[in-house]
């Protein structure tokens, strides 16, 4: 079974800080997601990463696949309120075939 | 909105009951995905369909049973309840069965078990 570990659980901060929540494995993932859930809602695809090495843009939010494709980090700069939230990390594995294995989750929450 | 529906959005129900969770996929997508999310367990993923087969099976009970139908709804049966399955399911959706696409969410049906 492939593990998606993600750290930390829980982080608190104030807005305008940064931020980096890390997705590690011992496993190869062909491609790792990531998504971003709301309470009462289901989880949404922030992006997709699938080459060794990747870095991804999307406004505030980095992230990055690591050259081993075994694990991935998310940085936000100048976090703000409307950023709270669950982020989930989730890879395709290569001997995994279509399922996706889903980490823990980093509940972030950003206080104003 | 995802464009995947499930029903019910919330359920309560006692030990030793049935339930039947119902997913409709986003109009195109082949494949059904069923997840559960505890509090203290993360999205774990029970099973998948693709086309109305079975394409993947994870850590799902034996009293829990799913089927996706000719029109590509699927449906999740939880028998012989327990206090220890209540928890979010949440289904998802996606045009293929596997590679890196984008997994569509519901918004899941709260299960509550008393």
């Known amino acids: 079974t492939q593990l998606l570990e993600q750290s930390p659980q829980f982080l608190s901060i104030q807005e305008g800080e940064n931020l980096t929540v890390y997705c590690n494995s011992s496993?190869?993932?062909?491609?790792l997601q990531w998504y971003r859930q709301e309470p009462g809602e289901g989880p949404v695809l922030l992006v997709t990463?699938?080459?060794?090495?990747e870095v991804k843009k999307l406004k505030r939010l980095t992230f990055q696949f690591g050259d081993a494709r075994k694990d991935s980090s998310l940085h936000i700069t100048a976090a703000q309120p409307g950023d709270t939230g669950l982020y989930l990390c989730?890879?395709?594995?290569?001997?995994?075939?279509?399922?996706?294995?889903f980490g823990e989750g980093t509940q972030l929450t950003v206080n104003p | 909105d995802s464009g995947v529906t499930q029903t019910p959005k919330h359920l309560i129900t006692a030990t030793g009951q049935r339930v039947t969770l119902r997913c409709s996929p986003r109009?195109?997508?082949?494949?059904v995905y069923w997840y559960q999310q505890s509090l203290d367990q993360g999205l774990q993923f029970l099973i998948q369909?693709?086309?109305?087969?079975?394409?993947a099976k994870g850590n799902i009970l034996e009293r829990f049973s799913a089927q996706q139908f000719p029109d590509l709804h699927s449906e999740l049966n939880l028998s012989s309840l327990e206090l220890g399955d209540s928890a979010l399911y949440f289904c998802?959706?996606?045009?293929?069965?596997?590679?890196?696409?984008?997994?569509?969410f519901g918004e899941g049906s709260r299960l509550t078990v008393l």
């Open positions: 998802a959706s996606r045009a293929t069965s596997g590679g890196a696409g984008e997994l569509f």
């Open positions: 496993s190869v993932f062909s491609s």
């Open positions: 990463v699938v080459t060794g090495g």
């Open positions: 989730a890879g395709a594995g290569e001997t995994s075939g279509s399922r996706l294995t």
């Open positions: 109009s195109g997508d082949l494949s």
């Open positions: 369909y693709y086309n109305g087969e079975e394409r």
